[in-house]
């Protein structure tokens, strides 16, 4: 299944047309996923495509990114395409590079905030360096493209310092899907060995960055209560004593978030919006969050946000408290459900896209 930064750039692609805009998808000639229905899709040859397209850096990628490029340039004469909107660092430099040959400008996405989290993929002896090669990159691309979509409002306020054309800060979105029935979740919670309403849910990939040891020594604390990761990733594994399920699909994965007591995320990396929380959000799942993470949400009123510096024994403590009182869980859950309905639906959200767009081939000030 894609990960989160693949699912948003799909979504989004998909809300902008039915918003009006006419969209042609480049990318990778390999991936999982179904493809985006009705979008025209322009692929890097197999051959050219990186087999590993999890998060970060990988040797495969700067062959298939200058494909994209070449791609892009030989489109345009043809196609005359008005934008390219440009999803996280690779396709951004990839944009960049297709501009100096076609003049075609350039939206820079930004899905993270690399001076943060480039160096989370790396041993720590290089995590220094990296940390300064992510800063240059994230001055570079917010200097050089010619707009600039944040995903949440730390990350417009470091990119806005060098930013050169308009910027906005617009999140992801989701439309809310159907509840699956009671009878799947129990069905579902069941096969993996759990009861609905009885376990800490965490969904996403194993990365690093996403800050499982926090998660694993506040399952210490929280024991017998189980903390759940389910995961679409099949290599690597999370620490002890966090307990790994790997659903047969979005569907089984999602069924788990609706069963869970409360969901979480350990994340502390600011500068991105992890569609995770979306889905929790969908769920109506309490949900436990580092406030640089999941700011865009109220706390204790939306969620459980975790002020700066929150340890792991802060993290237990949020959930227990929320674990122990279904009251306030219900509660918190009922308002991330109704704040997802209320400002994160993708119809205004493409909307608002399609503004920067606008602001950004009209060369005006940042809307």
Known sequence: MPQGSQLYARDQALALRAAGAELTFFCYGTGSGREPPGLPLVRV????????????????????????????????????????????????????????????????????????????????????????VGRWLDRTLAARADGVLALSAEAAKQLGRDARGPLAVIPPGCNPAPEPAPAEVARTCARFGLEAGRFVFYAGNLDAYQELGDL??????????????????????????????????????????????????????????????????????AIVAHAGVAGALEHDREAWLLAPGATAADLAGAIHALASDPARASRLGRGARAALEARFAWPPLAERTLALCRAVLAGGDRP
């Open 216 to 285: 694993a020594e506040a399952a210490r604390w929280l024991a017998p209560l189980p903390v759940v990761v389910a995961t679409q990733q099949a290599e690597g594994a999370a620490p002890s004593p966090l307990r790994v399920v790997r659903p047969g699909g979005f569907e089984e994965e999602r069924a788990l978030g609706f069963g869970a007591a409360v969901a979480v995320l350990p994340r502390r990396i600011p500068g991105g919006f992890p569609i995770k929380l979306l889905n929790y959000m969908e769920a109506g799942r």
């Open 45 to 132: 040859p197999r051959a050219l495509s990186p087999r590993r397209v999890r998060a970060g850096p990988s040797p495969g990628k700067p062959l298939a990114d200058a494909a994209l490029a070449a791609m892009l340039v030989r489109a345009q004469p043809a196609r005359r395409f008005d934008l390219a909107i440009a999803h996280n660092a690779e396709a951004a430099l990839v944009a960049l590079c297709a501009r100096a040959a076609t003049g075609l400008p350039v939206l820079y996405v930004a899905h993270t905030l690399l001076g943060l989290e480039l160096s989370s993929y790396a041993p720590a002896g290089q995590r220094a360096a990296l940390d300064r």
